[in-house]
Each structure stands twice: as structure tokens, then as C-alpha cells.
């Protein structure tokens, strides 16, 4: 059993104590939390679970590491504070563990990140001898592994696109949601994440792992991205109202160019709610999806949703990121040291007939 701490009990690190305590290889040993409401608390009641796992959350980081966990579950955000994120999942590889994490956007093309993110963790493996694999959902498995996949199944490929269909009706991440990435700002307020270089700063690296498995070169990628305002006021359950006339939709597309034309796409839909820009694609059902489409011969379409926590389309987001990294550990525990990325870890099959503590 890999002895695994879980650092973070957010929208991603409920999951990943769900995920740790379901699989066969992995015992859960530790949990960090930031708020000191939550010290003492019982892992499972921090997960949502209906049982108790026996492991107290602690906001204790050297005494956490000092256990010697063999895995450590980064589950805390990267978003805001990637320099912060950075040093703590430096701090856990020196101290010898194996790292999974979803935080850091510019680690998921580990061979093309920059020198001041992959210096350091090459730096801290050597001296400790743990590893890290960064991925996700989108970024992640979603435009990485499966259209790589599915691309298998074609005779002729020419274009890949990959797209994320989301309504964040019941998304709980107003700072998120609001600021990074507008949603009822003002359609003059210049959302973080869609400024200039940010969707490739993000995406990029996931077009450049597409190319890199389908061998070919990637001559440039562009960014193209439209805003739509909401028509009238909606509410939501979890962060309140979002007025008329304020962003309710946008829609953005990083494209890899190949041979002058984009013939690898990432594309983002994204509604505060369904009533707002009704003529863009939609989900087949539900309120989000992961969509891979294949133009050639034959065109393939394929549409994944997941859902969690009563039915939640995000937190069943969540859920299959979390799973990606979960899954991947007994591998990295196994393997030699190292930065990897998602074109060096198999897609990894869950258990049959392992039950949810």
C-alpha cells in the first residue's frame, strides 16, 4: 500500500479523497488543509463521505511531509498563485514523494515549460528523488489522451478538435467565475483568462502534446475568441445574480496551425446559463461536456459527461481529473524518478467492484 497524503480539500480535494480511499493500492495517511476550521477534522466528513476514514486533517506542512508519505494529491489551487503552488509541490517532491496535481497550467508540456517552473522540480527530484505528472480534465485527459485515442480509430485525420461545453449554473467558484473569468462583468472588463497569450499560455502546451502524438509540427498557434451579453437577468443557487447586459457567455478557440491551416483545436464554451447564446454548440444533455471531434474519413464524435455529488456536472469534472492523477501513482511509484507528462503515462484503468468507503 503507497501511504498517500491529500493536500487540499477543496472542489478538487474532496474528490481526491474519495478517489485515494476507493483505490486498492493506495492508503490514505495525511491531509492539509489551509482554514483552521478544518484541523481535526475527519478525512471522510471532509470528502462528504457518510463514514469516517480515521485520518484528522492537519495544517501542520513539515509534519505532514516528515511522515514520509509515498504519493502526495496536490489538490490545492494554482490558478491565483502558481509561485506558491509551485514551492509546495517542490517541498513535497523533496521530501521523496511521488506528486500528482492539476495546478500548474504550464507543467501539463512539461518539455516546453518554462526554465523558471522546470528547474526547479528537476532540481528538487534530483535531491529527493520523487516525481511529478501534472494534468487535468481541460487541460487534461480531455485534449490530450482521448483525442490521441480516438484519432487511432480513423483512417485520415484532418483536423482534431477538442471542445468543453460548460453552463456554470451551479459552479461554486465565484472568484473564478466572476473575475478570472468575467462572468457578469461588464462587456468592456477584460477577463484574465481570455487576455492576449493567456488561452495559449494555457492550452498551448495541450496542442503541442496533440501534435507531438500525432508527429507532426506545429507552425504557429492562433487565438480567436467571441463574448456574448446575457439578454436578462439569471440567478444561481450558488453565486447569486448575474445582470443583463453583462457577459453571460464566451466562446474561444486556441488553434495549432499545420501546413497554414488550424488543424488542432481546443475550444472553450462557456455559459453563466443555458438562455445565453443558444446558437453555440450545447451539450447533448446535462449542463457540461467533454466533446472530441475527428474530421476525416471516418468523422468521429465523441461526448463524455460525468457527474458527482447528487449530480453535479463540475464536480463530475473534477472527479475524472482527479481520477487521471489517482491512478497514475502505482505507475510513477514503479518508474524512475522524473517530470512526466501525459503522453508518458497510459491511461489507467480503475477496479472492478472496489466500493466507495
Request: aromatic share 4%.
Amino acid at each position: 500500500m503507497i501511504s498517500t497524503l491529500v493536500w487540499g480539500t477543496g472542489n478538487v480535494g474532496r474528490a481526491a479523497i474519495r478517489a485515494v480511499a476507493a483505490h486498492p493500492a493506495l492508503k490514505l495517511t495525511g491531509v492539509l488543509v489551509h482554514n483552521p476550521d478544518k484541523v481535526g477534522r475527519d478525512a471522510g466528513e471532509l470528502a462528504g463521505l457518510d463514514t469516517e476514514l480515521g485520518v484528522a486533517a492537519t495544517d501542520d506542512i513539515a509534519a505532514a511531509l516528515a511522515t514520509g508519505p509515498g504519493a502526495v494529491v496536490y489538490a490545492a489551487s494554482g490558478e491565483i498563485r502558481p509561485d506558491d503552488a509551485l514551492a509546495d509541490i517542490v517541498q513535497a517532491i523533496r521530501a521523496g514523494a511521488v506528486v500528482v496535481t492539476p495546478a500548474l497550467y504550464a507543467l501539463y508540456d512539461q518539455q516546453n515549460a518554462p526554465a523558471e517552473m522546470r528547474e526547479p522540480v528537476l532540481k528538487a527530484i534530483a535531491e529527493g528523488g520523487g516525481s511529478l505528472f501534472v494534468s487535468g480534465v481541460d487541460p487534461g485527459w480531455g485534449n490530450d489522451v482521448l483525442p490521441l485515442l480516438i484519432s487511432g480509430l480513423g483512417h485520415t485525420v484532418d483536423v482534431v478538435r477538442c471542445q468543453e461545453i460548460f453552463d456554470y449554473t451551479t459552479y461554486d467558484q465565484p472568484d473564478s467565475v466572476r473575475y478570472l473569468v468575467g462572468m457578469g462583468q461588464p462587456m468592456d472588463y477584460d477577463p484574465p483568462m481570455l487576455m492576449a497569450t493567456v488561452p495559449s499560455m494555457v492550452w498551448g502546451g495541450q496542442i503541442r502534446l496533440i501534435a507531438r502524438g500525432l508527429g507532426v509540427e506545429i507552425e504557429e498557434i492562433r487565438e480567436v475568441v467571441h463574448r456574448r451579453a446575457l439578454e436578462t437577468t439569471v440567478s444561481t443557487e450558488l453565486m447569486g445574480d448575474f445582470e443583463a447586459g453583462t457577459q453571460g457567455a464566451i466562446r474561444f478557440e486556441v488553434q495549432g496551425i499545420v501546413d497554414g491551416e488550424p488543424r488542432i483545436v481546443i475550444e472553450h464554451v462557456t455559459r453563466i446559463h443555458a438562455s445565453c447564446a443558444t446558437d453555440w454548440p450545447a451539450p447533448h444533455s446535462g449542463a457540461g461536456a467533454h466533446r472530441v471531434i475527428i474530421e476525416g474519413r471516418p468523422n468521429i464524435e465523441v461526448t463524455i459527461q460525468a457527474t458527482d455529488e447528487g449530480g453535479n456536472h463540475s464536480a463530475g469534472g473534477n472527479a475524472t481529473a482527479v481520477g487521471r492523477l489517482v491512478h497514475a501513482i502505482d505507475w510513477l511509484v514503479t518508474a524512475e524518478p522524473g517530470l512526466y507528462d501525459a503522453l508518458d503515462i497510459p491511461l489507467r484503468p480503475g477496479t472492478l467492484g472496489r466500493n466507495q468507503p
